[in-house]
């Protein structure tokens, strides 16, 4: 395919459902698609670091062999004010096994996406430490503790721009190929397909502590609210609702969604791959052969137009 333009590779956020960003970017090098420049939001800027550091192919062997109790593991609990999931531990251990380059050294143009917290900002991070970016531009509200950089608590960048178009073409890119992990989240029903991997019982052990420690916090957490509501008011006896790791993944998918369409509208991309991951939960991180498979499925539906594009 004869190259005449710079292609930039946008992907976007969506927790566990980002491994099919591996199956598209394999999809690409497979037909011989270089990519020239990589931006990526939230998930997407993991994997993109990854591309940009030359260590795909070292991520896709770990996370083809994450296992649920593996995900537990790196949960580092904790309750303070800002988030439930310090984060150090995924860092240090990306840190060992992909390296930690500086941005401005990696083999292409590399960028992440995070958000000011006090202000509300957008932030392009083009230079710095890779995992210091990415810790940044993963950092979920309420799960991720903010992260700090220079004088600024960043957190997750698909709060302000899911899918890192814009940032493409302000790094010189002229096709921009998109990865939206949230086309098919909300407003559909859907039948939920379930992992047949059997937990094994160290799983089982891991899931209830740290269930044990959630029950724990979120109990002490109403019994303290309960005393500060007036008699008469109280919580109710209505019938149980969603749980409160339901009500932030759910709250955050509409969110995404919504800034999803939003953004694209204002500043559409050439080409649009949006595999299909509605049934995948938020820290499913353990499905990633389906989840790839994926990703390179979606790729293939549209690569005629592309190559027609790229022609």
């Known amino acids: 395919m004869t190259k005449t333009r710079k292609i930039g590779l946008a992907l976007g956020s969506g927790s566990a459902r980002g491994w099919s960003h591996i199956g598209v970017i394999q999809g690409l090098q497979k037909e011989g698609i270089p990519i020239d420049i990589v931006c990526g939001t939230s998930i997407g800027s993991m994997v993109g670091g990854a591309l940009a550091s030359g260590k795909l192919k070292e991520l896709e062997e770990w996370v083809r062999e994450l296992s649920w109790s593996d995900v537990i593991g790196f949960m580092d609990v904790m309750f303070p004010r800002s988030g439930f999931i310090e984060g150090e531990k995924i860092i240090h251990f990306?840190?060992?096994?992909?390296a930690d380059p500086n941005i401005e050294d990696l083999s292409m143009p590399f960028a992440a996406v995070a958000t000011d917290l006090m202000s509300g900002r957008e932030i392009w991070i083009k230079n710095g430490s890779l995992m210091d970016a990415v810790r940044a531009s993963?950092?979920?509200?309420?799960?991720?503790v903010p992260c700090k950089r220079d004088s600024q608590w960043l957190?997750?960048?698909?709060?302000?721009?899911?899918?890192?178009?814009?940032l493409c073409r302000a790094m010189g890119a002229d096709v921009v190929i998109a990865v939206n992990l949230?086309?098919?989240l909300i407003g559909k029903h859907r039948t939920k397909k379930r992992s047949r991997r059997k937990p094994s019982s160290n799983t089982k052990m891991k899931v209830g502590k740290l269930r044990e420690q959630l029950a724990s916090y979120v109990d002490d957490t109403v019994k303290r609210g309960r005393a500060l509501i007036p008699a008469g008011f109280g919580f109710g006896n209505a019938e149980r609702g969603p749980s409160i790791f339901e009500v932030m993944a759910t709250s955050s998918n509409i969110m995404q969604d919504r800034i999803t369409r939003q953004r694209l509208a204002g500043d559409p991309p050439d080409i649009m791959i949006s595999p299909r991951l509605g049934h995948i939960d938020l820290?499913?991180?353990?499905r990633a052969d389906e989840i790839i498979g994926e990703g390179k499925h979606a790729l293939e539906l549209m690569l005629p137009l592309l190559k027609d594009i790229l022609s």
Not at 94 to 98: A, D, E, I, P, T
Not at 155 to 166: E, F, K, M, Q
């Open 138 to 144: 993963i950092s979920m509200p309420g799960i991720f």
């Open 182 to 184: 949230n086309s098919d």
């Open 155 to 166: 957190v997750d960048g698909g709060l302000v721009n899911p899918v890192p178009v814009s």
């Open 283 to 286: 820290l499913e991180f353990h």
């Open 94 to 98: 990306f840190k060992g096994k992909l």
